[in-house]
């Protein structure tokens, strides 16, 4: 996890959007911090968390920018998308709205992002499988008819979560490169 004096390579911006309670946060304290709350309140007002790491030997700080919130009014605004080279769409496996709402978020990313962004859709909260709502195959289809990477995630368990963002940088990395 991150060294201060290290030189950076790359800093790349990752988006997190999604409907509010989906897990956004948590996903983020996982990567940056290796934390989990089951109260996320602690999060709010946060802008956005980095950490660094090594791809193919150059360092990157990905600095990943948090809703914080402002999904419940709709007000995710064009400077939040700004610079951004990378999004992460995330709805919860549990919750069918969540991920109804998904085309929506994908059309606000395209009307305020940068065309080439890099986007991973994420089913979160794995761990509660028995009340799956959202079955794979039903995002997994969506997400090849949009051209998005897919994983399905559990911020509480720790699954997944550092392959999502491996997946978005390296991605991102390859492209710059
Ligand atoms: P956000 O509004 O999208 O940022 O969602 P939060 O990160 O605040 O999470 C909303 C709630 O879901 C909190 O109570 C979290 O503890 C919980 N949560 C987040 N990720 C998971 C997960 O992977 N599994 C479970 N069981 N709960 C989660
Ligand atoms: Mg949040």
Sequence with gaps: YGDASQKIDYVFKVVLI???????????SRFARNEFSLDSKATIG?????????IQHKSVKAQIWDT??????????SAY?????????????????????????????RAHADKN?????????????????????????????????????SALEATNVEEAFLTVLTEIFNIVN
Excluded: C
């Design 18 to 28: 999604g409907d509010s309670a989906v897990g956004k946060s948590q996903i983020l």
């Design 81 to 109: 998308y700004r610079g951004a080279v990378g999004a992460m769409l995330v709805y919860d496996i549990t919750k069918r709205p969540t991920f109804d709402h998904i085309p929506r978020w994908l059309e606000e990313l």
């Design 117 to 153: 962004i890099v986007i991973i859709l994420i089913g979160n909260k794995t761990d509660l499988g028995d009340h799956r709502a959202v079955p794979t195959e039903d995002a997994k289809d969506f997400a090849q008819k949009e051209g998005l990477f897919f994983l399905e995630t």
């Design 68 to 77: 914080a919130g402002q999904e419940r009014y709709r007000a995710v605004t």
């Design 46 to 54: 946060v802008e956005f968390q980095t950490r660094t790491l090594v």
